[in-house]
T-cell receptor
Framework: DAGVTQSPTHLIKTRGQQVTLRCSPK?????VSWYQQALGQGPQFIFQ???????QRGNFPDRFSGHQFPNYSSELNVNALLLGDSALYLC?????????FGQGTRLTVV | GIQVEQSPPDLILQEGANSTLRCNFS?????LQWFHQNPWGQLINLFY???GTKQNGRLSATTVATERYSLLYISSSQTTDSGVYFC??????????FGKGTSLLVTP
């Protein structure tokens, strides 16, 4: 079982650019959530996708958007990048209550 | 508002020592998980424990939902136990709410 996989692992972008991060859930999982973790903080919930729909959204601006595909994989898109968007982005998948996380994508905005 | 508080924020132990990490939460929970974040950033599942007690090797956890706290016990600590330990809860809805973590350093 491959577990939750994310790509890329590291990314450097320029302020104002757009970025797409990708996540493949653990086998058998149908729900994908995205979290942002700033340095020294706990992860913060961005949104969750289930059945290709955004089911719940955290306190993040509309610049953050997502998508879930029929195979349950997911993308996180961030437009008009700000320096403050630099963080570790974590994807979690679940089937039921317990969540499992990928290794994360470390985004640096310069 | 929703709060998850972890203590202590930092902990330094010598190899072989035991420790207890605490998580207090502000409301009744549907789910509680403990994670270990390794130096590369990955969150490793330790326990899914909305109530009761579980053990896995040198680690064990207890959640007393009625009193709104959970404890993570680490016995005979090893240097590989170093990292940040997070408690995360579902209050309502689907979001996991994380505490700020306990940063553990185990020295040889």
């Amino acid at each position: 079982d491959a577990g939750v996989t994310q790509s890329p692992t590291h990314l450097i972008k320029t302020r104002g650019q757009q970025v797409t991060l990708r996540c493949s859930p653990k086998s058998g999982h149908d729900t994908v959530s995205w979290y942002q973790q700033a340095l020294g903080q706990g992860p913060q919930f961005i949104f969750q996708y289930y059945e290709e729909e955004e089911r719940q959204r955290g306190n993040f601006p509309d610049r953050f958007s997502g998508h879930q595909f029929p195979n349950y994989s997911s993308e996180l898109n961030v437009n008009a990048l700000l320096l403050g968007d630099s963080a570790l982005y974590l994807c979690a998948s679940s089937y039921g209550a317990e969540a499992f996380f990928g290794q994360g994508t470390r985004l640096t905005v310069v | 508002g929703i709060q998850v508080e972890q203590s202590p924020p930092d902990l330094i132990l010598q190899e072989g020592a035991n420790s207890t990490l605490r998580c207090n939460f502000s409301d009744s929970v549907n789910n509680l998980q403990w994670f270990h974040q390794n130096p590369w950033g990955q969150l490793i599942n330790l326990f899914y424990i909305p109530s009761g007690t579980k053990q896995n090797g040198r680690l064990s956890a207890t959640t007393v939902a009625t009193e709104r706290y959970s404890l993570l016990y680490i016995s005979s600590s090893q240097t590989t136990d170093s990292g940040v330990y997070f408690c995360a809860v579902h209050f309502s809805g689907y979001a996991l709410n994380f505490g700020k973590g306990t940063s553990l350093l185990v020295t040889p």
